[in-house]
């Protein structure tokens, strides 16, 4: 039988007393805003190179998975008195039902369709129509799994305007769903570069499993290669700073498809982008809940 213990914390020591518990038999700890939908509420986020220093908050709510043999107040006393901090009275400590977790966590994740044509498909299931492009991918270590509107809006560039034959990079490849998807539409030569040795470790296995040619390698391992596209879904600030070393790598008359910028920031991600290659018109393709997928071609 398993149990779900919750405790209050302060920003300041909700990292590290999470880890001790960890250290003392909890098998799992979730760290939440404890002022959730109230006006205390506390924002906590940023993008690479701007993550806040402390990942807790103010009123930090600890939720332990614990077996039903942990002595919660024995572990929770030593754990505050290796901080010297006071320590917490427990919230509640309650059974977790017993469930077939794996059964449930599949179950949050269906089949979702990119177009008419075009199926992002998890192994699990069977793919709603054997005539389409099916992509099996299933959620991992690595971003992209075609449901975020970001990825969707790239995806939905591919299918409509990839030609046959044409060369492809994508850029931070996450699980090289982008790469897959050029392959399956007709791409010639496609590649796909990640920061993460996991993500392209996770990219190679699912170009394998959906029987396509792509080439997945760490940034140094990239050649000095120009691309008929380079698609690149990643962030506002890192797209910026990327803008020299995407644009190396576009091919003359080249297309470059960017995503994971939001509506209000298209505009200074193109502005970097023209400054940086006079000869590149950039615009706003589409958009998507709130996110743009932003498209350039260098004249």
């Known amino acids: 039988m398993l149990r779900e213990i919750t405790v209050l914390c302060d920003e300041k020591h909700a990292e590290e007393f999470g880890d001790l518990l960890m250290d ?61 901090i006071e320590t ?3 919230e509640s400590d309650s059974s977790v039902p017993n469930e077939d977790w794996v059964r449930l966590t599949q179950a949050q994740f269906g089949p979702t369709k990119v177009s008419d044509r075009m199926w992002i ?4 299931h069977e793919p709603p129509s054997a005539d389409a492009i099916n992509i099996r991918l299933d959620p991992g270590v690595a971003f992209g799994t075609g449901s975020h509107p970001t990825t969707h809006l790239c995806l939905q560039w591919l299918d409509q ?26 791409a010639g030569l496609v590649k796909g570069t990640d920061i993460d040795p996991q993500a392209v470790e996770a990219a190679q296995t699912n170009a394998t499993e959906n029987h396509v040619q792509a080439e997945f390698v760490l940034p140094h391992g990239l050649k000095s ?15 910026k700073f990327l803008a020299p070393a995407l644009l190396s790598r576009l091919a003359p008359n080249g297309k470059l498809v960017l995503s994971g910028v939001l509506k209000h920031q298209a505009e200074e991600v193109m502005d970097v982008y023209r ?25």
């Open 121 to 124: 498909v998890p192994t699990w």
């Open 225 to 239: 290669e120009t691309f008929d596209i380079v698609v690149a879904n990643i962030l506002a600030n890192p797209l």
């Open 161 to 186: 305007n990839c030609p046959v034959g044409a060369s492809v990079l994508d850029y931070g490849c996450g699980t090289g769903i982008l790469a897959i998807a050029a392959a399956k539409v007709g």
């Open 24 to 84: 003392v038999g909890v098998m799992c700890v979730t760290i939440e805003d404890a002022d959730a939908d109230s006006t205390d509420e506390q924002p906590l986020y940023g993008e690479p190179g701007l993550e806040p220093e402390t990942l807790a908050w103010r009123r930090s709510r600890l939720r332990l998975l614990v077996d039903d043999t942990f002595d919660a107040v024995t572990n929770i006393a030593l754990a505050s008195k290796a901080l010297s």
């Open 275 to 299: 400054k940086t290659d006079p000869q590149i018109r950039m615009s706003v393709w589409q958009e998507e809940n709130g996110w743009v997928c932003i498209t350039g071609q260098r004249a």
């Open 88 to 90: 917490p009275a427990i």
